[in-house]
């Protein structure tokens, strides 16, 4: 995935678990950097799943008065109705099903950054589009 978004021309900041993500959002809101544009969580990471980092990300925006929410997308081995509940109760914008390919990728991505833009200037998302259902491969 690294790949395909360094051949999108996207800056990449990759960690290794949902606890260094975590760190890195808490780094930056520390030094007063602007968020992350946009995070992709895997759901199984060692130390703290996708869904309690994604959990803990929204407790911290709701903590840090004005600090603008950060679209998060799932990234999962699974796209069963009962997990996209999950994820989309944990906070997640959107998920992406593996194996990742290069169209849904960008897709989901356009998907969720206008989105989050739209809510930006109007208070309102379009929450109409908001899980991406992978079609036949």
Same mark, same amino acid.
């Given at each position: %995935?690294?790949?395909?978004?360094?051949?999108? /021309?996207?800056?990449? !900041?990759? @960690?290794?678990?949902?606890a260094d993500a975590i760190a890195q959002i808490e780094s930056r809101h520390a030094r007063?950097?602007?968020?992350?544009?946009?995070?992709?969580?895997?759901?199984?990471?060692?130390?703290?799943?996708?869904?309690?980092?994604?959990?803990?990300? %929204?407790?911290?925006?709701?903590?840090?008065? /004005?600090?603008?929410? !950060?679209? @998060?997308?799932?990234?999962?081995?699974?796209?069963?109705?009962?997990?996209?509940d999950q994820l989309m109760a944990a906070g997640m914008d959107d998920y992406l099903a593996?194996?990742?390919?290069?169209?849904?990728?960008?897709?989901?991505?356009?998907?969720?950054?206008h989105d989050s833009v739209r809510k930006k200037h109007t208070g309102h998302e379009d929450?109409?589009?908001?899980?991406?259902?992978?079609?036949?491969?």
């Open positions: %995935r690294d790949a395909l978004l360094a051949e999108l /021309g996207i800056k990449v !900041t990759t @960690v290794s678990s949902g007063q950097q602007p968020p992350f544009h946009l995070v992709f969580m895997d759901i199984q990471m060692p130390r703290m799943s996708g869904l309690q980092a994604c959990q803990r990300i %929204r407790e911290l925006e709701a903590q840090w008065s /004005g600090y603008p929410r !950060t679209p @998060v997308i799932a990234l999962t081995a699974h796209a069963l109705a009962d997990e996209r593996k194996p990742i390919n290069k169209q849904e990728l960008m897709n989901v991505i356009e998907r969720v950054l929450r109409t589009r908001r899980i991406h259902r992978p079609g036949p491969r």
